[in-house]
């Protein structure tokens, strides 16, 4: 654990750096912030949680104003998302207090997912209009949008089943504190939707669902008489940092191509299944 004051001052670097890199996938950096405030922070569990949605709230508006300078929004794929995974954080926070689920079967299962999901990601090009993605497949444009909502292979996943992704990855947000956008961002890139599309989508839907869940952590804490509250001033420096970091992140968004935006997404989405294997592993073993 750091001393006083070095706290909040590494991170608030160490925020802006990851915020930076994940950004321009549609990622917030809470996944990768979770691990490194329980071992280097010291942030106390359960309360890892809620800071974890807390820095989602104050990061996520930098990207998402620079996106919105940018003309990128999400459309209607944005309301979809929150749909689905607003009530599915409320659901997951409550979980997480009154249940607290043991975390080594949840770091097995998110490790054995998002471990394959990385490397198709990473082994794989974009797949143009109409052809499945596959090892070697050239990259193509997208066809043109009709009524705000992509056309191609962008429609692979169908709103009712995206909905109901968006809830588990929304409970699974509010019972661990990781947002959603680790999960959702990589399997829409990996379905077929174009990046500057999924990227304001999956933030937005990301800093609606913290705020729901920062929120109900409060009143859970205070009801309740329990320690679930955020750490305010490790959430408020990681949060000033990622906003920084994310706002860096999306400005550089349209300098990127998007096979090598979905390379980097692979990359993250492989060293976070990675990590939570072994930390499942390790629990097992203990």
Known sequence: MLGSGWTEVVALFAACVIAAISAPAGISGAVLLLPFQVSVLGTPSPAVTPTNLLY???ATPGALYRYWRQGQTGGRLSA????GTLPGVVAGSLIRVKLLPGPV??????????LPLGLWLTLTR???????AGPGAPAGPSEPARNGEPTGTARRIPVPLLLAAAAVTGCVG??????????LA???????RRPDEVAPAALASTFVTSIAGVVTFTILSVNQNLPAAPDWPTGVA?????LAGGYAGARFQSKLNDTLIRRLVGVLVVAIGVR???AGAVGVAG
């Not at 979809?80 to 749909?83: E, F, K, S």
């Open 126 to 132: 974009p797949a143009g209009p109409g052809a499945p």
């Open 174 to 183: 509010g019972i661990y504190g990781i947002g959603g956008g680790s999960i």
């Open 276 to 278: 939570y294997l072994i």
């Open 80 to 83: 979809v998302l929150v749909a």
């Open 105 to 114: 079967v949840f770091d097995l299962v998110v490790g054995a997912v998002l």
């Open 186 to 192: 990589p399997l829409l890139i990996g379905s077929g």
């Open 238 to 242: 990681l949060g000033v940092g990622g």
């Open 56 to 58: 989602n709230v104050v």
